[in-house]
């Protein structure tokens, strides 16, 4: 029977990456989708900002939006102080098992919660079951138009604090207008564009940090 893409990314993680070794399951990826066929990680290129912004929030608690194969929870985590934890959302069934398995791969079960089900569904539990205060830094990777309605729902859930960085993907390819235009008009946001290209291929595309002022 056919494979899937995420199998195929899965099989090229466990043929030429190191067990428990983060970076070289980012490099697997990345070099299976820029030679093999193209899937929609946030790649090498977008994932060098994304590095660096990691860095310098290095936080405590990561919310990222939307897991895919896990490339960019795997980045994200391998980044990632002791005891820090990355809760990751995915409602693709499909997806979350080969995620489960990228994680277990780089060794950072211990860091990661990968949670299946709706971002709209799971956001307003946050608190109650997963024991979250407040998120330092929120990754936005989902479908463009849930960018907007789920930052409204974070904010009316107490979930973002003085400070905390929202960074989204895609914001010029596919784009996310509403969610931009937002983040850039409101009062309550510091916003910073972050010029890239679309993973794996020459099309503009970029990151867009926006810090939350409380
Ligand atoms: C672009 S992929 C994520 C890529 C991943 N962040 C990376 O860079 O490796 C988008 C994912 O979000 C998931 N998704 C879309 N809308 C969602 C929602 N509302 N709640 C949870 N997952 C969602 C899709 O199933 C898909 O796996
Ligand atoms: O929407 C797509 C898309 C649209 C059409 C075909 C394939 C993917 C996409 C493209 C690049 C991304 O980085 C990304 O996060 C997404 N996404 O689905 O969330
Ligand atoms: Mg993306």
Same mark, same amino acid.
């Given at each position: 029977?056919?494979?899937?893409?995420? @199998?195929? =990314?899965?099989?090229?993680?466990?043929?030429?990456?190191?067990?428990?070794?983060?970076?070289?399951?980012?490099?697997?990826?990345?070099?299976?989708?820029?030679?093999?066929?193209?899937?929609?990680?946030?790649?090498? $290129?977008?994932?060098?900002?994304?590095?660096?912004?990691?860095?310098?929030?290095?936080?405590?608690?990561?919310?990222? #939006?939307?897991?895919?194969?896990?490339?960019?929870?795997?980045?994200?985590?391998?980044?990632?102080?002791?005891?820090?934890?990355?809760?990751?959302? &995915?409602?693709?069934?499909?997806?979350?098992?080969?995620?489960? @398995?990228?994680?277990?791969?780089?060794?950072?079960?211990?860091? =990661? @919660?990968?949670?299946?089900?709706?971002?709209?569904? #799971?956001?307003?539990?946050?608190?109650?079951?997963?024991?979250? $205060?407040?998120?330092? #830094?929120?990754?936005?990777?989902?479908?463009?138009?849930?960018?907007?309605?789920?930052?409204?729902?974070?904010? &009316?859930?107490?979930?973002?604090?003085?400070?905390?960085?929202l960074l989204a993907?895609?914001?010029?390819?596919?784009?996310?207008p509403e969610y #931009?235009?937002?983040?850039?008009?409101?009062?309550?946001?510091?916003? @910073?564009?972050?010029?890239?290209?679309?993973?794996y291929t020459k099309? $503009?595309?970029?990151?867009?940090?926006?810090?939350?002022?409380?």
């Amino acid at each position: 029977t056919q494979s899937t893409r995420p @199998q195929r =990314i899965l099989g090229a993680v466990q043929q030429n990456a190191t067990r428990g070794d983060p970076r070289s399951v980012v490099r697997a990826i990345d070099q299976y989708c820029r030679n093999q066929e193209w899937a929609m990680n946030v790649g090498d $290129e977008k994932g060098c900002i994304l590095d660096s912004v990691v860095s310098e929030v290095n936080p405590a608690t990561v919310l990222e #939006l939307g897991t895919y194969c896990g490339y960019s929870t795997v980045r994200i985590a391998s980044l990632l102080p002791p005891h820090a934890k990355l809760i990751t959302l &995915e409602f693709n069934p499909e997806f979350a098992v080969i995620a489960r @398995q990228v994680i277990a791969w780089a060794g950072l079960e211990d860091k =990661i @919660q990968l949670v299946e089900g709706a971002s709209g569904d #799971l956001i307003p539990k946050m608190k109650e079951q997963f024991g979250v $205060e407040t998120f330092d #830094l929120v990754f936005l990777d989902h479908w463009k138009d849930r960018y907007l309605p789920d930052t409204k729902l974070m904010e &009316e859930c107490g979930l973002l604090r003085k400070g905390s960085v929202l960074l989204a993907d895609n914001v010029i390819c596919p784009g996310t207008p509403e969610y #931009l235009e937002f983040v850039r008009s409101s009062p309550r946001y510091e916003s @910073q564009y972050f010029k890239s290209h679309l993973e794996y291929t020459k099309v $503009e595309d970029g990151l867009e940090k926006s810090v939350f002022l409380g």
